[in-house]
């Protein structure tokens, strides 16, 4: 299958998942994650019309950010060390994975030093799983309100990555816990914090998440097949 074709499916289901709970297509946005594919692939979806791409490595973004056109939109949705922010702020559009009120500090010093204000996502671990990163719900609202008085921040929405499953149904609980959390802490009303966006659901559950409320849809193999990590 070619990036074109598959592409058109994943439109397809997006569609029908916002029909079937009566969303508006452009609600959703689709990031198509091109973490480990080359530039050439990219640029497929790039010539079908496609403008907002995800990656988790702030090197690989920020050399593919170079070498591609200007009007693309860079996701970061990875894991953010520290010391790597500085290849991130002022290159994505949107950092999905802040897990930690460091991080964030290291975010703002570096978008007050460029100059520049970075929108970003709280991830949270709903489903607690122990290998992945980001706040339990729990926790959430309390580091929401610490990061919003960072300076060059602004805090959007939240994002999770859910447990793998062959079943999207399985996960439909979680997405539904983190649109009643961001409902929750966007009713607080608290300053530099607007809470319009959730990042959820990706190649496996995308459908089930837009019908609990995505905005940004993270769909990788969907498009580009399979990665590749051993070479
Ligand atoms: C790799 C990745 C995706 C895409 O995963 P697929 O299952 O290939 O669609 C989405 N979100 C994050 C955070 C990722 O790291």
Same mark, same amino acid.
Do not use: C, H, W
């Given at each position: 299958m070619s990036v074109a074709t598959n592409l058109v499916n994943v439109m397809n289901n997006i569609e029908n998942a916002c029909n079937k709970v009566n969303r508006d297509l452009k609600d959703v946005t689709l990031i198509a994650v091109s973490k480990t594919k080359p530039n050439e692939m990219i640029m497929e979806a790039y010539n079908e019309g496609y403008r907002n791409f995800g990656e988790n490595k702030a090197q690989e973004m920020k050399r593919k950010k170079e070498e591609l056109p200007d009007d693309i939109n860079w996701h970061f949705i990875g894991h953010l060390q520290t010391n790597k922010v500085k290849y991130v702020v002022g290159n994505a559009v949107l950092i999905h994975s802040v897990d930690s009120l460091h991080l964030a500090e290291a975010i703002s010093k570096e978008s007050v030093k460029k100059n520049v204000i970075s929108d970003i996502l709280i991830e949270v671990n709903v489903a607690k799983e122990e290998t992945?990163?980001? =706040?339990?719900?729990?926790?959430?609202?309390? =580091?929401?309100?610490?990061? /919003?008085?960072?300076?060059?921040?602004?805090?959007?929405?939240?994002?999770?990555? /859910?447990?793998?499953?062959?079943?999207?149904?399985?996960?439909?609980?979680?997405?539904?816990? =983190?649109?009643?959390? =961001?409902?929750?802490?966007?009713a607080k009303n608290i300053d530099n914090v607007s809470m319009d966006f959730l990042s959820m659901g990706m190649t496996g559950d995308y459908m089930v998440a837009i019908e609990e409320g995505a905005n940004f849809v993270r769909v990788g193999t969907g498009i580009f097949g399979e990665r590749n990590y051993s070479i």
């Open positions: 992945k990163f980001g =706040l339990s719900l729990e926790n959430t609202e309390n =580091l929401v309100r610490e990061i /919003a008085t960072l300076q060059n921040i602004r805090v959007k929405g939240l994002m999770t990555i /859910a447990p793998y499953t062959e079943n999207p149904e399985s996960n439909r609980e979680i997405f539904r816990n =983190l649109r009643e959390l =961001l409902v929750d802490i966007k």
